[in-house]
């Protein structure tokens, strides 16, 4: 199997990397710790559907999730349609705050889909993150699924929450396909990128990049049978929200590659993406590339994209 950016094989570098970081299914007796933990999800979700597709697929089959948090917020619309989906999956008990705001309107696709009676959510992304971590004994989940900046206002305000978190972010790339630029996760917020990933360093943060999920075997089109079903007389209501926020996208693009329902698959111990350890560094714009002194993190290097593609169906059937 190739790795994502290089001429290799997953086969040569196997041998540096253990269980836990080749991923794999949770062992059959004795399930690691981590696999119960608590989760919080940290999404721009209104722009690309990809998160919104996450955010249902963790809200059907991951209990733990506790909190979501929203990033490159809109005027906190993000927030309020992260509360209106996990209303509709049934979700009412997972709190939701606004996060970062950076002024960004561009990746924003979903006006007047969050209805009006929706309330707005609440702002404070530090206390509810240390009400979760003092509530909790052991580690917690989180998973990125846009830009480092609540990462990097916690890892500011209060450092020792940061360290019990166990951090799968989808982000980075190492051969990003516009090399003038950094990827999109990175590049929205490149400081806090810049400032996160060499602080992450000593809990050994893992990155789904962007040159494994960005690949047309996951990409949802209106020919996909996924959106063939939320288009369906029958659909339920998240997936009538679905097809009209696939519509929306794909109004622009031609459709949803699945960044970050992969990113929760690799959270969720899903054994179809591998990883190696990695040694990275961050250029001025936030571009990932290979350094022999830089920062050792945890990359995907490839995935097995029909079994996810499968999985997905599955989770959301």
Same mark, same amino acid.
């Given at each position: 199997?190739?790795?994502?950016?290089?001429?290799?094989?997953?086969?040569?570098?196997?041998?540096?990397?253990?269980?836990?970081?080749?991923?794999?299914?949770?062992?059959?007796?004795?399930?690691?710790?981590?696999?119960?933990?608590?989760?919080?999800?940290?999404?721009?979700? +209104?722009?690309? /559907?990809?998160?919104?597709? @996450?955010?249902?697929? %963790?809200? &059907?089959?991951?209990?733990?999730?506790? *909190? !979501?948090?929203?990033?490159?917020?809109?005027?906190?619309?993000?927030?309020?349609?992260?509360?209106?989906?996990?209303?509709?999956?049934?979700?009412?008990?997972?709190?939701?705050?606004?996060?970062?705001?950076?002024?960004?309107?561009?990746?924003?696709?979903?006006?007047?889909?969050?209805?009006?009676?929706?309330?707005?959510?609440?702002?404070?992304?530090?206390?509810?993150?240390?009400?979760?971590?003092?509530?909790?004994?052991?580690?917690?989940?989180?998973? +990125?699924?846009? /830009?480092?900046?609540?990462? @990097?206002?916690?890892? %500011?305000? &209060?450092?020792?929450?940061?360290?019990? *978190? !166990?951090?799968?972010?989808?982000?980075?790339?190492?051969?990003?396909?516009?090399?003038?630029?950094?990827?999109?996760?990175?590049?929205?917020?490149?400081?806090?990128?810049?400032?996160?990933?060499?602080?992450?360093?000593?809990?050994?943060?893992?990155?789904?990049?962007?040159?494994?999920?960005?690949?047309?075997?996951?990409?949802?089109?209106?020919?996909?049978?996924?959106?063939?079903?939320?288009?369906?007389?029958?659909?339920?209501?998240?997936?009538?929200?679905?097809?009209?926020?696939?519509?929306?996208?794909?109004?622009?693009?031609?459709?949803?590659?699945?960044?970050?329902?992969?990113?929760?698959?690799?959270?969720?111990?899903?054994?179809?993406?591998?990883?190696?350890?990695?040694?990275?560094?961050?250029?001025?714009?936030?571009?990932?590339?290979?350094?022999?002194?830089?920062?050792?993190?945890?990359?995907?290097?490839?995935?097995?994209?029909?079994?996810?593609?499968?999985?997905?169906?599955?989770?959301?059937?």
């Amino acid at each position: 199997m190739a790795l994502a950016g290089t001429s290799a094989s997953f086969e040569e570098f196997e041998e540096l990397a253990g269980p836990l970081i080749r991923g794999g299914p949770p062992p059959a007796v004795g399930v690691p710790a981590i696999a119960r933990a608590p989760m919080v999800i940290d999404t721009d979700i +209104g722009g690309d /559907p990809d998160d919104t597709v @996450a955010l249902v697929v %963790a809200g &059907r089959l991951v209990p733990e999730l506790r *909190l !979501v948090i929203t990033s490159d917020e809109y005027g906190g619309e993000r927030a309020r349609f992260a509360r209106y989906l996990l209303d509709l999956v049934g979700r009412t008990d997972v709190r939701v705050v606004a996060g970062s705001d950076l002024g960004n309107s561009r990746m924003w696709v979903i006006d007047g889909l969050c209805p009006a009676e929706v309330p707005r959510q609440g702002t404070d992304v530090l206390g509810a993150v240390s009400e979760l971590c003092a509530a909790t004994d052991g580690r917690i989940r989180w998973v +990125g699924m846009g /830009p480092l900046s609540n990462l @990097a206002m916690l890892q %500011a305000e &209060r450092p020792e929450l940061v360290s019990q *978190l !166990v951090v799968t972010q989808m982000g980075g790339a190492i051969n990003f396909r516009d090399p003038t630029r950094a990827e999109h996760n990175f590049r929205v917020d490149p400081q806090a990128a810049i400032r996160m990933v060499p602080a992450l360093e000593p809990w050994l943060p893992t990155f789904v990049v962007s040159d494994v999920t960005f690949n047309p075997a996951i990409e949802i089109t209106t020919e996909s049978r996924l959106y063939k079903r939320w288009a369906h007389p029958d659909a339920r209501p998240w997936e009538r929200l679905f097809r009209e926020h696939c519509d929306r996208w794909m109004a622009k693009y031609p459709g949803t590659m699945q960044h970050d329902a992969l990113t929760l698959a690799a959270a969720m111990l899903w054994p179809g993406v591998r990883f190696v350890r990695e040694r990275v560094a961050l250029d001025s714009i936030a571009r990932m590339s290979r350094s022999d002194g830089g920062t050792e993190i945890v990359m995907s290097v490839s995935a097995d994209y029909a079994a996810f593609m499968s999985w997905l169906e599955d989770a959301l059937s």
